[in-house]
T-cell receptor
Framework: DAGVTQSPTHLIKTRGQHVTLRCSPI?????VSWYQQVLGQGPQFIFQ???????GRGNFPDRFSARQFPNYSSELNVNALLLGDSALYLC?????????????FGPGTRLTVL | SQELEQSPQSLIVQEGKNLTINCTSS?????LYWYKQKYGEGLIFLMM?????EEKSHEKITAKLDEKKQQSSLHITASQPSHAGIYLC????????????FGKGTLLTVNP
């Protein structure tokens, strides 16, 4: 079975632009979470979606938004990019968001903002 | 908010040596995840601990959760170059996988 997939692998944008990152969870997983990891730090929680509903969000500005589709894939959108948005964006999937279960991460999307 | 402190921040060992990485929480641990990350890549799931005193092993890696100490340890026996990478611990604020908080990671180098 395929693991969590993310696209694109790498992305270079300039300040002020908009970006869309995509994630496909493991088959059968209905929960998707997004994390931001800057160099030298651990991942920071951005959003979690379950059954197309936002379960919660971390301490990120409204420039960050996300959605989940009927097939449980997800998009993370970031508007008005800042230099500080440069990071590795990770997607994680799990069967649900209510129980303590395994959470698997994708390979990430490396975003560089110039 | 919960904070996870990992120690040491970095570790260099000779191949074949044993090593331990610790993860200490500022709040009660309801569970703990251990991941491995190659530089700039995604996180590889190692194991998940749920109960105090629980110990799990996979190949040469053993992890244990000490609820009273609010701490988890990851032990690697007879290290190999393939063990090199960044080890991250992550913990949920409650009894689910929601909104994990991660430590900053421990960089492990294994010299052949």
């Amino acid at each position: 079975d395929a693991g969590v997939t993310q696209s694109p692998t790498h992305l270079i944008k300039t300040r002020g632009q908009h970006v869309t990152l995509r994630c496909s969870p493991i088959s059968g997983h209905k929960s998707v979470s997004w994390y931001q990891q800057v160099l030298g730090q651990g991942p920071q929680f951005i959003f979690q979606y379950y059954e197309k509903e936002e379960r919660g969000r971390g301490n990120f500005p409204d420039r960050f938004s996300a959605r989940q589709f009927p097939n449980y894939s997800s998009e993370l959108n970031v508007n008005a990019l800042l230099l500080g948005d440069s990071a590795l964006y990770l997607c994680a999937s799990s069967t649900d968001s209510f129980s303590y279960n395994e959470q698997f991460f994708g390979p990430g999307t490396r975003l560089t903002v110039l | 908010s919960q904070e996870l402190e990992q120690s040491p921040q970095s570790l260099i060992v000779q191949e074949g040596k044993n090593l331990t990485i610790n993860c200490t929480s500022s709040k009660t641990l309801y569970g703990l995840y251990w991941y491995k990350q190659k530089y700039g890549e995604g996180l590889i799931f190692l194991m998940m601990l749920q109960k105090g005193g629980e110990e799990k092993s996979h190949e040469k890696i053993t992890a244990k959760l000490d609820e009273k100490k609010q701490q988890s340890s990851l032990h690697i026996t007879a290290s190999q170059p393939s063990h090199a990478g960044i080890y991250l611990c992550g913990a949920p604020p409650g009894g689910s996988n929601y909104k994990l908080t991660f430590g900053k990671g421990t960089l492990l180098t294994v010299n052949p």
